[in-house]
């Protein structure tokens, strides 16, 4: 709403349909779509100055989130800002009597999947993006201690020198 409220155009998207009408009751003129982040994503290319994706794109297996990177990239335009946080691998103590590795630093959980962030994962999923804001973070929600990365990205320029002696 914050943005809303400043005057951005903002879609606000989910996966929960009860979640987007609890939205829509505080605030009935709100955009919004229901949407599974591992389908793509129905934008046109270049539609978004910014993405955010606060403790959401952490559920998906490594193929999958590459999919979902490639998709938010693809709907940033060329200055695009892509913000959010995701679980840390530091919050493992957490689930490890009950996770089962599926691959690495994804786990099952009972009736739920999640990716556990290192610094490792961003190299790997976060081509075509560059770190302004990189940083694992401490809070308290819900009375529980979470560790956290909360991230600030600006989509990669591209070389064209580089570009041209490739061509």
């Not at 609890?22 to 779509?33: D, G, I, M, R, Y």
């Not at 193929?63 to 709907?75: H, Y």
């Not at 556990?116 to 929600?141: A, S």
């Amino acid at each position: 709403m914050y943005l809303s409220e400043k005057g951005f155009d903002v879609v606000s998207c989910d996966i929960s349909a009860a979640v987007l009408a609890k939205l829509k009751e505080k605030n009935p003129s709100a955009n919004v779509l229901e949407l599974d982040m591992s389908k793509p994503l129905p934008f046109e290319d270049n539609s978004f100055d910014l993405v955010f994706a606060n403790l959401s794109i952490h559920y998906f297996d490594a193929e999958t989130t590459k999919r979902l990177l490639s998709e938010i990239r693809r709907v940033l335009t060329d200055d695009g800002y892509f913000i959010g946080s995701v679980n840390s691998s530091k919050t493992f103590k957490g689930i490890q009597d009950v996770a089962v590795e599926l691959e690495p630093n994804y786990y099952q959980e009972k009736d739920r999947y999640v990716r556990l962030w290192n610094k490792e994962q961003f190299d790997y999923f976060f081509g075509d993006f560059d770190f302004e804001i990189l940083e694992e973070v401490t809070t308290t929600r819900w009375e529980r201690t979470k560790i956290m990365w909360e991230f600030l990205s600006k989509v990669k320029k591209l070389d064209l020198k580089k570009e041209q002696r490739i061509k």
